[in-house]
């Protein structure tokens, strides 16, 4: 039997090549569990999987997704049967194991994660790993207290800022979402955005390591100058969660913030998280996240779509959550 898979495939020091091929499961590499899989999404890794290799795949020929949502198919483990609906996001999926750009998987049975009551597969992947990473993040958040006033989203109009921008406005806070794209404006306040804040507004502030206590907490899917320069807005007490990358990894920041204002820096590391948290993370997400906005983020893609999208989004032209559907 064989099925549909987009396979990236390297010959030296070429780039790489992806392409819609056809293979067995035979060809799928060792797992606990077979997937179904229905739906994948398109995230910044699986541009550079696609893209460049960017140093995350480490052999070819490789399937990308770094997440799916499906149906169990066949398990060696008790702990899931076939028809049993699962989520995965993590543990190196589409970078180091074949992931979820297939119509089928083959994993390891504890990295996934019952799919929760009133999420469907489609809903689960329009929340995918940017979705999750956002979850952690408010939870985080709320966990060391939100000091009142607005919560800053960094980089607001990508996967991880449009879930928690709707998340965060759900749960009753003031959100200030900070975005490059002025075109933006209108789908972030549809989320849930009570101010928009330009990214250039955040950048060009005052370089000193202490300005107006500003924002009560803060998500930053970007890091880098920007993150920097947050920092020394923040309340006093004030946390920020940090799950990007995009600006960099340097901070340019002094301690004065973290001494003189008790600011939190708390990292956020979607990849390994235990059972337990990703658990308590997706039923947050069916609780908390407002569904008829969850639509308003989704675009629906096929297989055949991705080495445009791969390259799409490398370029930050991608918004919101593009869902693959492996099987249209």
């Known amino acids: 039997m064989t099925f549909n898979a987009l396979v990236v495939e390297k010959e030296g020091d070429k780039k790489p090549v992806a392409s819609v091929q056809q293979i067995t499961r035979d060809q799928l590499p060792a797992g606990e569990v077979i997937v179904a899989v229905e739906y994948s999404t398109v995230n910044y890794k699986d541009g ?5 290799g960017g140093g995350l795949v480490r052999n070819y020929p490789h399937v990308p997704g770094i997440d799916f949502a499906g149906t169990v198919e066949a398990s060696d483990d008790d702990r899931y049967k076939p028809g049993d609906k699962v989520v995965l996001t993590g543990w ?4 180091v194991h074949w992931g979820g750009y297939a119509q089928k998987a083959s994993v390891k049975a504890d990295w996934l994660v019952p799919l929760p009551d009133g999420l469907t597969t489609k809903q689960a992947m329009a929340v995918g790993t940017a979705g999750f990473t956002a979850m952690l993040a408010v939870m985080v958040l709320e966990a060391h207290g939100i000091k009142g006033g607005p919560v800053l989203v960094t ?4 996967g991880v800022g449009s879930v928690a921008t709707a998340v965060l406005a759900k749960l009753g806070h003031e959100v200030a979402a900070v975005t490059g794209r002025p075109e933006a404006a209108d789908y972030l306040k549809s989320l849930g955005a009570t101010q928009i804040v330009a990214r250039e507004d955040i950048n060009e502030t005052t370089k000193r390591p202490l300005e107006a206590e500003t924002w009560g907490g803060c998500v930053d899917a970007v890091g880098g100058d920007m993150l920097a320069r947050v920092l020394g ?13 995009a600006g960099g990894a340097g901070l340019p920041a ?15 590391d979607s990849v390994m998280q235990p059972f337990e948290n990703r658990q308590k993370a997706w039923a947050r997400i069916a609780k908390d996240l407002p569904m008829d906005k969850l639509e308003a983020m989704i675009e629906l893609a096929t297989l055949a779509d991705l080495p445009q999208l791969g390259k799409d989004i490398l370029k930050g032209q991608v918004r919101g959550r593009v ?6």
């Not at 190196?92 to 970078?95: D, F, H, K, P, T």
């Not at 980089?155 to 990508?158: L, P, S, V, W, Y």
């Open 48 to 52: 550079l999987c696609i893209g460049s």
């Open 92 to 95: 190196r999926v589409g970078e």
């Open 155 to 158: 980089g607001a109009a990508g």
């Open 233 to 245: 807005q923040m309340k006093y007490g004030a946390s920020v969660s940090a799950v990007g990358l």
């Open 254 to 268: 002094t301690v004065i913030p973290f001494l003189l204002r008790g600011v939190n820096l708390l990292g956020i």
């Open 323 to 328: 869902v693959v559907d492996v099987n249209a």
